[in-house]
């Protein structure tokens, strides 16, 4: 009786890889990172180098979303492929809210409100 070869899995089949998916995840939960960053400032424990940090990570996440739109077939997270109107928005959002951020970290860093 001859064997069968067994047909290899198409890549729709056997995933993309864990790149895709650890992109994915770190342009999702990378504001975390933004917040907890500005709270550690708010605290007056950063220095110079704290809030260029701050800055890094946020340029960070936009380049990671670009990467995974660009070269990873990225997603929204409905699960559509994400186009780099999608990325526009994303980085927009990313560099409000971590704008936002620094700016209330160093407010509350000022009153000496934590």
């Not at 998916?21 to 999702?28: D, E, G, K, P, S």
């Not at 110079?48 to 380049?63: E, F, K, N, P």
Request: with cysteine; hydrophobic share 50%.
């Amino acid at each position: 009786m001859p064997v069968q070869n067994p047909q290899l899995p198409t890549e729709s089949e056997s995933g993309r890889g864990c790149l895709p998916a650890l992109a994915r995840l770190t342009w999702i939960f990378g504001g975390i990172a933004l917040v907890y960053c500005a709270f550690y400032i708010a605290q007056r424990k950063g220095t110079v180098m704290t809030d260029l940090i701050l800055l890094l990570m946020a340029l960070g996440l936009i380049m990671v979303r670009f990467v995974d739109i660009r070269y990873l077939k990225g997603e929204t997270l409905n699960n559509q492929p994400a186009t780099l109107k999608h990325w526009g928005r994303y980085a927009l959002k990313i560099v409000i809210a971590a704008g936002l951020l620094y700016a209330l970290a160093k407010f509350i860093a000022q009153k000496n409100l934590l």
